[in-house]
């Protein structure tokens, strides 16, 4: 077997090194231990290999060591130390009495664990027999640790969201008028205004589609005027409250490195800060809007490309809106979240989880909301298409359109041709539903 391709040549003055040393009487190990910093990295095995090709012979004399050789220092004192550092990854290896525990070595090494993970650390310890510069035979204790240290797919979902909050909160700040209170609504309807997969910061590009182009200007541009223009026609009927339900992926990627939650690359148009700079402005300015002329409740909901920055959006905005009368906005970090209006239960998820439980899932989370209720809905997203609706277990489940068109992927896969808008409900308390309105978007 030859030598591994990855592993430097021997040099002369690493040969010079093991022989001095082999020929003081010291073994491999000894040899391993006292190996210096400043050569490549070598395992006792190796060194043992070397020393037979190169015939050394193993000293039994003492007085060897007293012929002009430089003394080795105490076993307490040595060591070998050796740390790779590929930018992806980094590898440490020690060998010694020093260092004794993983944590140790972290330490010694100065190990970044906010930015590297480890991966499949190796440990062990043996018991070595020496002749200290005295001549005396001792045993001491070697610990050898071998440590393997990643990149973290990206920044913790905590330390990303407090670093989005601190960023877009410090650049706004909010003043609304609120509606006069000569034009206090009485009446029992509730305005729902449903944002579902605008997937802000996603690119596609007409040309490789054969749909239409989408970028972040034109994201927030057809979500600020579709919901403007469903929030004018909600004003017309003068509802009491209006919510702004926000059904998962209204932002196209979750980490810096521009993926899904779960990992998938994405085509972006921008980077991540750009990203959230631009959502807080659009969202921020829609719930301003909304307060102008009803009580505005915003309820958010994760989808399967942004759990964590849905989390710092709605933290964003509760921050923004913290001492804002007639504004509120939910906080939790559920998956399905539910609305109860007067006789009606409304139930938010992005549509990717639980799809054919969603019916007994409600009963189930919300069993005394379920009995006082009369008109029972799930609103989703996710799957970009004509909007169905269906009717399970007496519940009614509303599937919603998205505001983007086909990237690259979905054209070449065939998931094109499906119309894009954002629709909005209005609610009665006693009657249930009581009207519908959509804000088209046509290509071309």
């Given at each position: 077997?030859?030598?591994r391709?990855d592993q430097?040549?021997?040099?002369?003055?690493?040969?010079?090194f093991?022989?001095?040393?082999?020929e003081?009487?010291?073994?491999a190990?000894?040899?391993?231990?006292?190996?210096?910093q400043?050569?490549?990295?070598?395992?006792?095995?190796?060194?043992?290999?070397?020393?037979?090709?190169?015939?050394?012979?193993?000293?039994?004399?003492?007085?060897?060591?007293?012929?002009?050789?430089?003394?080795p220092?105490?076993?307490?004192?040595?060591?070998t130390?050796?740390?790779?550092?590929?930018?992806a990854e980094?590898?440490?290896?020690?060998f010694?009495?020093e260092?004794?525990?993983?944590?140790?070595?972290?330490r010694?090494?100065?190990?970044?664990?906010?930015?590297?993970?480890?991966?499949?650390?190796?440990?062990?310890?043996?018991?070595?027999?020496?002749?200290?510069?005295?001549?005396?035979?001792?045993?001491?204790?070697?610990?050898?640790?071998?440590a393997?240290f990643?990149?973290k797919?990206?920044?913790?979902?905590?330390?990303?969201?407090?670093?989005?909050?601190?960023?877009?909160?410090?650049?706004r700040?909010v003043?609304?008028?609120?509606a006069p209170?000569?034009?206090?609504?009485?009446?029992?309807?509730?305005?729902?205004?449903?944002?579902?997969?605008?997937?802000?910061?996603?690119?596609?590009?007409?040309?490789?589609?054969?749909?239409?182009?989408?970028?972040?200007s034109?994201a927030?541009?057809?979500?600020?005027?579709s919901?403007?223009?469903?929030?004018?026609?909600?004003?017309?009927?003068?509802?009491?409250?209006?919510?702004?339900?926000?059904?998962?992926?209204?932002?196209h990627?979750?980490?810096?490195?521009?993926?899904?939650t779960?990992?998938?690359?994405?085509?972006?148009d921008?980077?991540?800060?750009?990203?959230?700079e631009?959502?807080?402005?659009?969202?921020?300015?829609?719930?301003?809007?909304?307060?102008?002329?009803?009580?505005?409740?915003?309820?958010?909901?994760p989808?399967?490309?942004d759990?964590?920055?849905?989390?710092?959006m709605?933290?964003?905005?509760?921050?923004?809106?913290?001492?804002?009368?007639?504004?509120?906005?939910?906080?939790?970090?559920?998956?399905?979240k539910y609305?109860?209006?007067?006789?009606?239960?409304?139930?938010?998820?992005?549509?990717?989880?639980?799809?054919k439980?969603?019916p007994?899932?409600?009963?189930?989370?919300?069993?005394?909301a379920?009995?006082r209720?009369?008109?029972?809905?799930?609103?989703?997203?996710h799957?970009?298409?004509?909007?169905?609706?269906?009717?399970?277990?007496?519940?009614?489940?509303?599937?919603?359109?998205s505001?983007?068109?086909?990237?690259?992927?979905?054209a070449?896969?065939?998931?094109?041709?499906?119309?894009?808008g954002?629709?909005?409900?209005?609610?009665?308390q006693?009657?249930?539903?009581?009207?519908?309105?959509?804000?088209?978007?046509?290509d071309g």
């Amino acid at each position: 077997m030859g030598r591994r391709k990855d592993q430097p040549s021997w040099t002369e003055e690493q040969d010079a090194f093991i022989r001095e040393r082999f020929e003081m009487g010291l073994p491999a190990r000894a040899v391993h231990a006292q190996w210096p910093q400043g050569f490549p990295y070598r395992t006792a095995t190796a060194i043992s290999l070397r020393k037979q090709k190169l015939s050394i012979k193993t000293g039994t004399n003492p007085d060897l060591m007293q012929r002009g050789v430089k003394q080795p220092p105490p076993p307490e004192e040595v060591g070998t130390w050796a740390v790779q550092d590929d930018g992806a990854e980094i590898v440490v290896r020690s060998f010694g009495t020093e260092v004794k525990t993983l944590d140790e070595l972290i330490r010694r090494a100065k190990i970044d664990t906010t930015k590297y993970e480890v991966d499949k650390p190796e440990t062990s310890m043996h018991e070595t027999t020496v002749r200290d510069t005295d001549g005396k035979i001792r045993k001491v204790q070697n610990f050898r640790l071998v440590a393997r240290f990643r990149l973290k797919a990206g920044p913790s979902t905590l330390e990303q969201v407090q670093s989005l909050i601190d960023g877009a909160f410090a650049k706004r700040q909010v003043k609304i008028t609120l509606a006069p209170s000569k034009h206090k609504i009485t009446s029992d309807l509730m305005q729902a205004v449903v944002i579902a997969d605008p997937h802000l910061a996603k690119y596609a590009w007409s040309g490789e589609t054969g749909g239409a182009s989408y970028d972040l200007s034109i994201a927030t541009r057809l979500v600020r005027d579709s919901a403007n223009e469903l929030m004018a026609w909600g004003d017309e009927r003068k509802p009491a409250v209006r919510y702004i339900f926000c059904l998962g992926d209204l932002l196209h990627y979750d980490n810096p490195q521009g993926l899904t939650t779960g990992g998938t690359p994405q085509d972006r148009d921008t980077r991540l800060a750009k990203m959230l700079e631009e959502c807080q402005s659009v969202l921020c300015g829609l719930v301003e809007r909304s307060a102008m002329t009803a009580e505005t409740r915003v309820v958010m909901v994760p989808g399967n490309h942004d759990r964590a920055t849905t989390l710092a959006m709605q933290l964003i905005l509760a921050a923004n809106f913290r001492n804002t009368k007639g504004v509120s906005v939910d906080t939790s970090a559920l998956h399905r979240k539910y609305v109860e209006w007067g006789g009606c239960l409304i139930g938010l998820t992005h549509g990717d989880t639980a799809r054919k439980r969603l019916p007994n899932l409600m009963q189930v989370e919300r069993k005394e909301a379920w009995g006082r209720s009369v008109c029972r809905e799930w609103h989703h997203g996710h799957f970009h298409r004509e909007a169905q609706t269906v009717t399970e277990g007496g519940v009614t489940i509303r599937e919603h359109l998205s505001l983007s068109p086909p990237d690259s992927w979905h054209a070449i896969e065939g998931y094109v041709g499906a119309p894009r808008g954002m629709d909005s409900y209005l609610y009665s308390q006693t009657r249930g539903i009581r009207g519908m309105w959509r804000a088209t978007v046509l290509d071309g």
